[in-house]
C-alpha cells in the first residue's frame, strides 16, 4: 500500500560541543525512516551514519526513565515516545530542554533542578525515625487517602515541564513545576508530617507564587502528572495554614497487626536480607 513503507526525513539537529563552539549550531542530516520509528531511533540512526560524536541522554526507551526529554519540533516532548510520523512533514527539529544549561548537543543540565528537588525533601517526614528506618508494619492509609497524591507520584523527572514554564525562563530563582508538584505531592500524603518543614521554603521568593498558572508545564506532561493543579493546591494549604485554619492531623500511625497469621496455605516471609546499617 502506498505510504506505508520507508520514506526520507531529515534530522535538523541543535550542536554544541563545551570548549569548542562559542554558540551552538545546526546540522542537518537525512536519513530514512520506517512506521512506528521513534524520534530517539531517528537520533541513533544519523548517530551511526553521520555524526558519531552526536551526544543525548537515554537509557529505558519506554518512557519511564524520563532521560530522553528533548525539544521536538518546539515542544518538550520524550525522544523514545515520540513517532516521527505523529510529528507530520519531513523535517524533524530536535534541540535540548530549553530553561537549563547545556553540558553537549541534546544533553540538558538538569543540576539545579535536581537540587531544588532536593532541598524541598521528596520524601516522607515522620518523628519515628526508628520506625521508617526497621519498620515492623505499613503505615495505615485508606484508598481515598492514597488518590489525594496518586497522580502526581508518577513524575518522572524528565524536565519537559520545567522547558515548557515561561515563569522558570525568565525567574532564575523560581522553583519550577517538577519540585513544586513534588513537594506538593508528599505534602498530600496521609503518612507524612511534614508540611511546616517544607512551608519554610515554599513561602519564599521561589515558592509556588511565583506561578502565573500558565498551565503549560500540565500541556507537556509525558505522565499526565498536572503539577499545574499541585501548585494551585499548594497555594490553597498555605493561605488556610497562614489563616490558621488547616486542621492539623498526625501522620498516619502504623496498621494494627493482622489477626490470624500464619494463615494456612500462605508461607511465611523470607528471613531479611539487608539492615538499615548495612
Given amino acids: 500500500m502506498a505510504g506505508t513503507g520507508p520514506r526520507r526525513v531529515t534530522f535538523r539537529l541543535r550542536r554544541f560541543e563545551p570548549g569548542t563552539d562559542r554558540e551552538p549550531r545546526w546540522e542537518e542530516h537525512r536519513v530514512?525512516?520506517?512506521?512506528?520509528?521513534?524520534?530517539?531511533?531517528?537520533?541513533?540512526?544519523?548517530?551511526?551514519?553521520?555524526?558519531?560524536?552526536?551526544?543525548?541522554?537515554?537509557?529505558?526507551?519506554?518512557?519511564?526513565?524520563?532521560?530522553?526529554?528533548?525539544?521536538?519540533?518546539?515542544?518538550?516532548?520524550?525522544?523514545?515516545?515520540?513517532?516521527?510520523?505523529?510529528?507530520?512533514?519531513?523535517?524533524?527539529t530536535v534541540a535540548a530542554l530549553p530553561n537549563f544549561g547545556t553540558v553537549k548537543d541534546l544533553v540538558p543540565d538538569l543540576g539545579s533542578m535536581f537540587e531544588t528537588h532536593r532541598d524541598l525533601m521528596p520524601y516522607l517526614l515522620r518523628d519515628d525515625p526508628a520506625e521508617?528506618?526497621?519498620?515492623?508494619?505499613?503505615?495505615?492509609?485508606?484508598?481515598?487517602?492514597?488518590?489525594?497524591?496518586?497522580?502526581?507520584?508518577?513524575?518522572?523527572?524528565?524536565?519537559?515541564?520545567?522547558?515548557?514554564?515561561?515563569?522558570?525562563?525568565?525567574?532564575?530563582?523560581?522553583?519550577?513545576?517538577?519540585?513544586?508538584?513534588q513537594a506538593q505531592?508528599?505534602?498530600?500524603?496521609?503518612?507524612?508530617?511534614?508540611?511546616?518543614?517544607?512551608?519554610e521554603t515554599l513561602s519564599g521568593g521561589g515558592g509556588p507564587w511565583r506561578c502565573h498558572f500558565a498551565g503549560e508545564c500540565s500541556q507537556v506532561c509525558p505522565k499526565g502528572v498536572d503539577p499545574a493543579k499541585a501548585i494551585q493546591l499548594m497555594k490553597r494549604d498555605l493561605v488556610v495554614d497562614l489563616l490558621r485554619l488547616r486542621r492539623r492531623r498526625p501522620p498516619a500511625p502504623v496498621a494494627d497487626e493482622p489477626h490470624g497469621t500464619p494463615r494456612e496455605g500462605i508461607a511465611a516471609p523470607p528471613p531479611r536480607t539487608a539492615t538499615a546499617e548495612g
Avoid at 515492623?136 to 515548557?164: D, H, V
Avoid at 505531592?185 to 512551608?199: A, E, K, L
Fill in 32 to 92: 530514512e525512516v520506517s512506521p512506528g520509528m521513534t524520534v530517539l531511533d531517528g537520533l541513533w540512526k544519523v548517530k551511526e551514519l553521520h555524526a558519531p560524536s552526536l551526544a543525548w541522554r537515554s537509557s529505558c526507551r519506554m518512557g519511564i526513565c524520563g532521560s530522553c526529554g528533548m525539544l521536538i519540533n518546539g515542544r518538550p516532548r520524550l525522544a523514545c515516545n515520540t513517532q516521527v510520523a505523529e510529528l507530520g512533514g519531513d523535517v524533524v
Fill in 132 to 181: 521508617q528506618d526497621d519498620p515492623t508494619r505499613e503505615y495505615r492509609q485508606t484508598p481515598g487517602e492514597l488518590e489525594r497524591y496518586l497522580q502526581f507520584s508518577y513524575c518522572i523527572k524528565c524536565g519537559c515541564c520545567m522547558a515548557a514554564c515561561p515563569t522558570v525562563a525568565t525567574d532564575p530563582h523560581y522553583a519550577g513545576p517538577m519540585p513544586l508538584g
Fill in 185 to 199: 505531592r508528599y505534602n498530600s500524603d496521609s503518612r507524612d508530617g511534614g508540611f511546616r518543614r517544607r512551608r
